[in-house]
Nanobody, 120 residues
């Protein structure tokens, strides 16, 4: 199991930007596809974006297309989620996980995540 730690969350005004990081420890992340997910209060966890192991293939949920960008730096063992034009409805705890599944139910383990709060 690759241990992942999410960071970079915070409080931002609507229209602002944040960059989240997903860092791995213990094992190299470069062998894995990585996905970002989020869970808003009272809602189910949902898929946000995924990137393949080499970084040349990405896939996004419709509601973030054109606003969020997933990328990775395998030399730093880190995957990023650049979030622009943030909206209050983007408020959630954001999680990363290794794998290419968009269904959060396919994953058994989740880290602590990082809180993103967007004020209107």
């Amino acid at each position: 199991q690759v241990q992942l730690v999410e960071s970079g969350g915070g409080l931002v005004q609507a229209g602002g930007s944040l960059r989240l990081s997903c860092a791995a420890s213990g094992r190299t992340l470069s062998n894995y596809a990585v996905g970002w997910f989020r869970q808003a209060p009272g809602k189910e966890r949902e898929f946000v974006a995924t990137i393949n192991w080499s970084g040349d293939s990405t896939y996004y949920a419709d509601f973030v297309k054109g606003r969020f960008t997933i990328s990775r730096d395998n030399a730093k063992n880190t995957v990023y989620l650049q979030m622009n034009s943030l909206k209050p409805e983007d408020t959630a705890v954001y999680y990363c996980n290794t794998g290419s599944y968009s269904d959060p139910g396919r994953y058994d383990y989740w880290g602590q995540g990082t809180q993103v709060t967007v004020s209107s």
